[in-house]
């Protein structure tokens, strides 16, 4: 069993800011995969870290190319796909094929059951955030979808990129109380999130250090955040981030 991760905790009351250092996240080296498992995952566990409220997965992968995952069994987990550099191509029981590149997101919800593959087929390697979020209910009919999300389009304000909240009718749907956003700031500038506090909120830059709330936040370092009501998310250089809101 790997350590916990440590964590530098913020707390104001009840407020709370877990950060969770990129250095000592679990992990494991495939050759082929580099990965650090932000939750407990595979051969990675940790009883004091299984989740973050629904959010079940944060992987880290670098995929080398000309490689990647076979094709495998998912059920009742939505499992997004952002990429930060290079693509992805998925392949899946349904018959969907689509080659997914960095700034663009994929979608899957497993539902009732699906197997699916993902390689690089790319000259040089890719990386990704893997995010699992468990559904409201199980079963249903599986499903796949990609959008691009321009990162120019994102420029300095959270942009809504796959969500199960009514409303968030831009986004790749998922069938979780849950949303994934993303955006990128220029150093010195911010964005702002509203949430409720009783949510679970988990923010990743997936490239430059932010502030959060007083918190610095280095890149691929993770926050687990709850009882806060606002975000108020400051670049400390050109930075990439990626956070989650979920039940």
């Not at 952002?82 to 700034?103: M, P, W």
């Not at 087929?121 to 893997?130: G, R």
């Not at 849950?178 to 509203?194: H, M, N, P």
């Amino acid at each position: 069993m790997s350590a916990r991760p440590l964590l530098n905790i913020k707390s104001r009351g009840m407020t709370m800011i877990e950060l969770k250092p990129f250095a000592e996240l679990g992990g494991a080296d495939h050759g082929w995969l580099k990965a650090k498992h932000h939750f407990s995952f595979a051969s990675y566990y940790d009883p004091d870290n299984i989740s973050h409220g629904a959010l079940r997965v944060w992987n880290d992968d670098e995929i080398a190319p000309n490689s990647g995952f076979p094709a495998h069994p998912h059920a009742n987990m939505e499992i997004i796909t952002y990429v930060r550099e290079g693509a992805i191509t998925h392949q899946d029981s349904l018959g969907n094929k689509g080659r997914t590149e960095a700034g663009d997101v994929q979608v899957m919800s497993a539902g009732s059951g699906i197997r699916h593959s993902e390689y690089n087929l790319e000259p040089a390697k890719t990386k990704i955030f893997q995010i699992w979020i468990e559904p409201t209910t199980k079963g249903g009919q599986p499903t796949w979808g990609s959008k691009p999300f321009p990162k120019a389009n994102r420029s300095g304000k959270l942009v809504t990129i796959a969500s199960g909240i009514e409303g968030d009718n831009d986004a790749l749907p998922i069938r979780a109380d849950a949303r994934v956003l993303a955006t990128t700031l220029k150093a010195g500038e911010s964005a702002e999130y509203t949430a409720d506090k009783a949510r679970h909120l988990y923010l990743v830059p997936a490239a430059g250090s932010v502030e959060v709330n007083g918190v610095r936040v280095n890149a691929r370092d993770g926050a687990a955040i709850r009882d806060e009501a606002r975000l108020r998310i400051t670049a400390l250089e050109d930075a990439e981030l990626v956070l989650v809101d979920a039940a």
